[in-house]
């Protein structure tokens, strides 16, 4: 057939290659181009679809930044509650601090798992929408805290809400690791 098509579509088929263009797999199945404007609208549309890789790419990159940044709720939770009771309790203050930092430590499987089934899919639903409210990630927080410490830790006292807490905070954390990226990458704001 057409010299021009067959390497039209090889040129598309390496830079799809080149650039993992999975969303582009139906644009690139097309078997016949007319003219040289539907070549345009390819290139076209390769640059649109290279623009939102980037976009996805800076986006997961973030996410896990702030996801990771989360994880460090148990130990600033640890800390507080551990300098707290090691200066307002009578005995070994070390001891009692250490006490702690390992229990909220070891409490720290409620926080990831909040953020994994709760916080992050409700940020990104919220994301998808354009509706972003902070006030409601940090709600999918504490509730996330508290079912998974209902069902996995504790039912009832000071760890409940503690863990409930720690949750809220590790969302809290999150939005401020989203928030910093964004204020690195456009610091006019």
């Known amino acids: 057939s057409n010299p021009y098509l067959s390497t039209i579509i090889e040129a598309a088929e390496f830079i799809q290659r080149l650039f993992c263009f999975y969303s582009l797999s139906s644009v690139l199945q097309i078997t016949t181009i007319v003219d040289i404007s539907h070549f345009n609208h390819l290139v076209h549309a390769l ?3 290279y623009y939102l890789c980037e ?7 973030r996410l896990a930044k702030s996801v990771g940044l989360s ?3 148990p130990v600033i939770v640890g800390c507080i509650l551990g300098l707290y009771y090691a200066f307002t309790l009578d005995g070994n203050g070390l001891s009692i601090f250490f006490n ?3 229990s909220a430590i070891a409490n720290a499987h409620i926080v990831g798992l909040t953020m994994a089934a ?3 899919p409700g940020y990104l639903l919220m994301y998808k929408y354009a509706k972003v409210n902070y006030s409601g990630v940090l ?3 504490l509730l996330g805290g ?3 410490s209902y069902l996995l830790s ?3 006292g000071m760890a409940f809400v503690i863990n409930a807490v720690m949750s809220a905070l590790a969302a809290g954390l999150f939005l401020f690791g989203l928030r910093q990226g964004l204020a690195t990458q456009s610091p006019h704001q």
Do not use: D, N, P, Q
């Not at 976009?55 to 990159?61: D, L, N, S, T």
């Open 47 to 49: 640059r649109i679809s």
């Open 55 to 61: 976009i996805r790419e800076f986006m997961k990159h």
């Open 71 to 73: 994880l460090l709720s």
């Open 100 to 102: 702690l930092l390992v």
């Open 118 to 120: 709760f916080v992050v």
């Open 139 to 141: 709600t999918l927080g």
């Open 146 to 148: 508290a079912i998974f």
């Open 154 to 156: 504790a039912t009832t």
